[in-house]
């Protein structure tokens, strides 16, 4: 954590002591965690859509606060998750990671598929879910663009 810090201050300084490759591990963990901050603000404007809440997110949004062309690159290889804006394979893509999820018998996501619960709560609301259990893996629904997803 002390070395990334360090690379991000130099290159904030615009320091030439800088590889492309630091760079580069630098603009994706940076980028990544904007899209984790995205993906809360959605979030939280799903569950409490109060005018508070959008007048505090709407301020800081990652063109503003990075140089175009560090972000450039990154961004264009997360448009396709950029339009799921609440599923969490917006934000983990087909990588495994730690989360709760639900088996969707309604739109046949058993025997090892499933959904997150943010499209447990949103878009396969009413359907005959249950839960599966709490482990590794990525959302079914986001990844195979479920119908379900389509209709919110």
């Known amino acids: 954590m002390v070395r990334f810090t360090f690379f991000f201050f130099q290159i904030l300084k615009g320091s030439k002591d800088v590889s ?41 949004t990652l063109p503003n606060i990075v140089p175009k062309h560090i972000v450039t690159k990154q961004m264009a290889s997360n448009t396709r998750t950029r339009a799921l804006p609440l599923c969490t394979f917006a934000a983990t893509g087909k990588r495994f990671a730690e989360q709760h999820w639900y088996n969707c018998f309604t739109c046949n996501m ?7 619960s943010v499209c447990a709560v949103n878009c ?8 599966s259990k709490y482990g590794s893996f990525f959302c079914d629904c986001g990844a195979k663009g479920c119908e379900a997803l389509k209709s919110v």
Do not use: K, W
């Open 20 to 60: 492309t490759a630091q760079i580069s591990s630098v603009a994706y963990a940076f980028s990544f965690l904007c899209n984790l901050l995205d993906y809360v603000d959605a979030l939280c404007r799903a569950l409490c859509p109060s005018a508070m809440a959008r007048e505090l997110s709407e301020d800081v």
């Open 110 to 116: 058993i025997n090892g598929e499933g959904v997150c």
């Open 124 to 131: 396969h609301r009413g359907h005959d879910l249950a839960y």
